[in-house]
């Protein structure tokens, strides 16, 4: 069955750094998503992303993020200068076309901001 | 602004005895409805949704939902819980356009006793 995936399943970085979360959503997917959740609890949303651009974007989503498509395949969350705060599971999903296609969301990768 | 509310942070069941979680919604229109599973250290799985007809949808692991439009509800269930479905249940509504984002609750734990 096909499957998002994300890696690396955990990134540990300090503060002030960069880091980018790759994720490869299934092949024919239209509609690709970035969630995050932080120890467990809401799942909260980032970003939205379709034809190649952004669809809508979170108040959480600030000048510090991006997402980007490079190649058809992957689908990466950049995050400029990393703060304690952004610490978290990060979650990738994709939709097929559809207005109620369900979302296929990845396995996440935790980031610790030290 | 669309929300979706899991008033019960933690629902405790016997195992053989029948689970309901509960869900509500405040969406414009007719929004699209979801219950995604979550196990520890994973990502959410997608157990059923409600799209249009029949208001009781039937699901993955012996899940279903009850759709109530009058009360914007949309509650979780299953007739006789088992020890392994213990874990985080998210509701999450979708609007209708096609590149809409899931708007997720915060989520409810399931724990089933032996």
């Known amino acids: 069955e096909p499957e998002v995936t994300q890696t690396p399943s955990h990134q540990v970085t300090q503060m002030g750094q960069e880091v980018i979360l790759r994720c490869v959503p299934i092949s024919n997917h239209l509609y690709f998503y970035w969630y995050r959740q932080i120890l467990g609890q809401k799942v909260e949303f980032l970003v939205s992303f379709y034809n190649n651009e952004i669809s809508e974007k979170s108040e959480i989503f600030d000048d510090q993020f991006s997402v980007e498509r490079p190649d058809g395949s992957n689908f990466t969350l950049k995050i400029r200068s990393t703060k304690l705060e952004d610490s978290a599971m990060y979650f990738c999903?994709?939709?097929?076309?559809?207005?109620?296609?369900?979302?296929?969301f990845g396995q996440g990768t935790r980031l610790t901001v030290v | 602004a669309q929300s979706v509310a899991q008033p019960e942070d933690q629902v405790n069941v016997a195992e053989g005895n029948p689970l309901t979680v509960k869900c509500t919604y405040s969406?414009?229109?007719?929004?699209?409805l979801f219950w995604y599973v979550q196990y520890p250290n994973r990502g959410l799985q997608f157990l059923l949704k409600y799209i249009t007809g029949d208001n009781l949808v039937k699901g993955s692991y012996g899940f279903e939902a009850e759709f109530n439009k009058s009360q914007t509800s949309f509650h979780l269930k299953k007739p006789s819980a088992l020890v392994s479905d213990s874990a985080l249940y998210f509701c999450a509504a979708k609007t209708t356009d096609s590149w809409g984002k899931f708007q997720f609750g915060a989520g409810t734990q399931v724990v089933v006793t032996p």
């Open positions: 999903a994709s939709r097929n076309r559809g207005q109620n296609t369900e979302a296929f």
């Open positions: 969406v414009s229109g007719n929004p699209y």
